[in-house]
């Protein structure tokens, strides 16, 4: 049983602003959760139906445990259909974004991704091609949104996301600055190298005027029928799917 | 100012079921109707504010226009924050699917993709990458739901979307059969040619078991991190642009 006190708190932490408060955010369902505890992010409480009381011992020590009925979590969880059990997540303390963290790999530059879908399907698909380290603009979507959460499929403990001032960063990128945009060499006779940031722009504004000046590579994916753009994650996962295609 | 049964009759296409029933389907904002205008499809009927009445008569003749005021928009619309205009389409008579469309072009089959966004956002995929056909499996979500339309961004007049029964289509395909799996030879080693089906599949289960039985080149985009599976439509787009790498 809940106390209204609980249920407030968690409800919310359905709100950006609540969750920057308390530096706290909500998981759902057991995938995700068993994606979680491995990780370095800290498990706050577990909110759980009666029928994963017997998953629970394997799952976690150090834990708050909460046994709710469907009604509880149908208040406290960010779904139409909840999952059956819901655990708060610390965030992790943010780290100063290291220019060092750059080198010999590759990074992706967000500049205002705005949709939390999107946003989530980019960290699953950076993390599928092991790309360890997102720099979000400081207006890309909030990556602890219940939206990104559910899109990222449990991959976000493995992608180091950072929120910076991207005109602070830019100007200290060592490695060649690529930018994904509708002019420029096509993706399929660029040579991406071993290292590079490569810049995804909102949905509907693409990367902006600030930023593409410190493009280095303009580079844009062919366009062969009608459609006036590609989703930002689809070029996302295709321009991961290019700079991967020689390490493999 | 809208009847009732004006309001809940468009109310009702919200549904499936009455999409299904009345043939006919909502469309949303200026963009959209633009790219429905020109096509091959029927527009019913217009409901606009009133900024958008020096609009209307570039726009359309011979179609039933209706100023509405705020109120009566947001409970027409299908989002959250209508975009001022709305349209009713009507949808096209089905064609039964020709074997022979396949030829000569590659087109894509989606086995149970449930998401309407991902079946959307594979639309705009295709669209941009000149694929004219999507072969639908009947548990394939709608191409008519809002949320596909949305994410569509108004590619759906420019790519044929059939909804069959794949276990009658798959044996008449003559072209090679391709299916993207998470075992199968690396889509960098394949040598798609200039004709082929591509068969993606459900968000959770991948390809059924059946379908699976008439794929003769399995295929899959190689994993270098540690996400379990990827997003469908971004499987689609790394597939769309993998194919078409070699006509540009």
Redesign the interface.
């Known amino acids: 049983m809940l106390s209204k006190s609980q249920i407030s708190f968690i409800k919310s932490l359905h709100q950006k602003k609540y969750r920057k408060e308390n530096g706290i955010f909500i998981i759902e369902g057991i995938k995700s959760i068993l994606e979680f505890i491995p990780s370095n992010y800290q498990l706050h409480s577990i909110y759980y139906l009666a029928e994963y009381k017997s998953l629970l011992p394997t799952l976690a020590s150090n834990i708050k445990l909460f046994e709710v009925n469907n009604a509880e979590l149908d208040k406290i969880s960010t779904l139409q259909a909840p999952q059956g059990i819901l655990a708060l997540v610390r965030q992790p303390k943010a780290t100063p974004f290291n220019p060092e963290l750059l080198k010999n790999c590759f990074s992706l530059m967000l500049d205002g991704v705005q949709d939390p ?1 999107n946003l989530g ?1 980019i960290i ?8 360890k380290n997102i720099i979000c603009s400081l207006n890309t979507a909030d990556c602890y949104n219940p939206k990104t959460i559910q ?1 990222t ?3 976000l403990p ?1 992608v180091n996301i950072y929120y910076e001032n991207l005109m602070e960063v830019l100007p200290k990128v060592k490695v060649p600055i690529y930018g994904a945009l509708l002019e420029g060499k ?3 006779q660029t040579n991406f190298g071993a290292e590079g940031l490569l810049i995804l722009g909102n949905e509907g504004q693409g990367i902006s005027g600030d930023v593409i000046n410190f493009i280095q590579h303009p580079v844009t ?11 930002v ?3 996302a ?2 321009f991961c ?2 700079i ?2 020689n ?2």
Chains 1, 2 share one sequence.
């Open positions: 879908g399907t699953r698909t950076a993390d599928w091609f092991g790309f899109a499929m449990g991959s493995r096509s993706i399929y994916i062919p366009r062969i029928g009608k459609a006036e753009s590609l989703n994650a689809i070029s996962g295709i799917s290019e991967s295609r390490i493999i």
